[in-house]
């Protein structure tokens, strides 16, 4: 996919900050027609502020109704798919409480793992023949670290889904972007080296052709987890 027409159609999640608004930019810089979703209007409504054309959804996609809000309002023929919402919690599980520890599991499965197979399956009677689905995910996904087990769960079973619906979707696209850390809200106060979110969303897009882009430091850390995993362990246990 040559992401230049104008004829062309993306719908990003996650799209109102960060890596996702990044994404929204140069997809419309293109010519791409572009739809975001997110749970803050306030901040949709000033990404739709500041590109022209963008569609944008309110939605909570942690939640099922949340997804099919957004698959309502995605065209009725998609191009481009980019599962890129996330949601990142750091917590210990011997000092949360039961019912909290419950909800943030449901706040993190949801929205990163069970939203990019809901979204996925809604969607694909209107996906094109030649459509590409980018899951965002995470090298923690293989090298989890001890602060977020629910994210590095969601992580890796994304990229488990991403391998499993290439092998079925073809001629369809599955590409799995695997990102380093990212200067965020999300990564706010924490961590060194990040990269900005337009490196990242330069990166995914331009890497849309490969079935796996690792991008940064990414591609150091898997390379030494493949042939030293525990001194990958080491490294990213406690960052």
């Known amino acids: 996919m040559t992401v230049t027409s104008a004829s062309q159609t993306a719908l990003v999640t996650g799209g109102s900050a960060g890596v996702g608004l990044a994404l929204a930019k140069r997809l419309a810089a293109d010519g791409v027609k572009v739809t975001i979703c997110g749970r803050d209007k306030d901040r949709l409504d000033d990404a739709a502020r500041w590109i022209p054309g963008l569609r944008t959804v309110v939605a909570d996609l942690a939640i099922e109704a949340g997804v099919r809000a957004v698959a309502d ?13 996330a949601v990142q919690l750091d917590r210990d599980w011997q000092a949360t409480p039961t019912e909290d520890l419950l909800a943030d599991i449901d706040a993190e499965l949801g929205a990163d793992l069970l939203a990019p197979m809901r979204l996925t399956a809604l969607l694909l009677p209107r996906l094109a023949p030649e459509a590409v689905i980018v ?50 809200g999300m990564t706010a106060g924490r961590g060194r080296s990040k990269i900005s979110p337009d490196a990242a969303a330069e990166a995914i897009l331009r890497g849309m052709r490969r079935d796996v882009v690792r991008i940064g430091g990414v591609r150091a850390l898997l390379a030494v987890n493949r042939v030293a995993p525990s001194l990958a362990a080491r490294l990213i246990r406690e960052s």
Request: aromatic share 4%.
């Open 73 to 85: 309002a995605a065209p009725d023929r998609l191009d481009l798919l980019i599962n890129n919402a």
């Open 135 to 184: 899951n965002v995910s995470s090298a923690l996904g293989t090298v989890p670290k001890r602060s977020t087990p629910g994210y590095c769960a969601a992580k890796a079973g994304l990229s488990a889904l991403s391998t499993s619906l290439r092998y079925q979707l073809a001629p369809r696209r599955v590409v799995e972007a695997v990102l380093p850390l990212v200067d965020t």
